[in-house]
């Protein structure tokens, strides 16, 4: 039931680009994103809706393939501050996120 | 206040000790979830409460386990006769309940309690 997330773990260099996937066996009705950075609170990034309608972070964007039960989280040009731990939090309808795996984001510079 | 307040930040238990953890959410937010987080995993949903009915508590993993909010504001989760691996990071989230049921509703974080029972 907890959602899949891919990669498990990516280092970059400042200013690359990546890609973080989330996969769900159950359909979802939305799909929030969250970065935790160590020993501190996860932090609200982004939301995707049934239907399209997003809420979120200027410098990140994501898709939500409802058909597939899959969302991704892109992050372009990354800096230094994007490290963290990301996790996805699928809704399935009711109240509460069910929290993904996690993928831990290193940039160096 | 301005943001999820938590405390104890940090507890350290002897097995079998009882411990509380208090929440004080976001003024004016109606739902509030409490999460358990292993060291390297993702967080864990416990419990839920709209103002001051818990309306979820499927996540709780025991009987040992009790989660309050009397009053619809401050929370208290308690665990009872506590076991070592009870040991993990509970966290409070707090959010406004802009749309019942559509998933649409942000929640915002404390910094947690990082509970270690010996």
């Known amino acids: 039931q907890q959602p899949v997330q891919s990669p498990q773990a990516v280092i970059l260099r400042e200013g690359e680009d990546a890609v973080i996937n989330c996969s769900s066996s159950?359909?979802?009705?939305?799909v929030h994103w969250y970065r935790q950075k160590h020993g501190e609170a996860p932090v609200f990034l982004m939301i995707?809706?049934?239907?399209?309608e997003q809420k979120g972070h200027e410098k990140i964007s994501a898709s939500f393939n409802e058909k597939k039960q899959q969302s991704s989280l892109y992050l372009t040009a990354s800096q230094l501050s994007y490290s963290g731990t990301y996790f996805c939090?699928?809704?399935?309808?009711?109240?509460?996120?069910?929290f993904g795996t996690g993928t831990r984001l290193t940039i160096i510079p | 206040g301005a943001g999820v307040s938590q405390s104890p930040r940090y507890k350290v238990a002897k097995r079998g000790q009882d411990v509380a953890l208090r929440c004080d959410p976001i003024s004016g937010h109606v739902s509030l979830f409490w999460y358990q987080q292993a060291l390297g995993q993702g967080p864990e949903f416990l419990t839920y409460f709209q103002n001051e009915a818990q309306l979820d508590k499927s996540g709780l993993p025991s009987d040992r386990f009790f989660a309050e909010r009397p009053e619809g504001s401050v929370s208290t989760l308690k665990i009872q006769r506590t076991q070592q691996e009870d040991s993990a990071v509970y966290l409070c989230a707090s959010s406004l309940r802009e749309g019942f049921g559509t998933g649409a509703n942000v929640l915002t974080f404390g910094a947690g309690s990082r509970l270690t029972v010996l």
């Open positions: 995707l809706l049934k239907g399209g």
């Open positions: 159950k359909a979802l009705y939305s």
């Open positions: 939090g699928p809704n399935f309808g009711n109240e509460k996120l069910t």
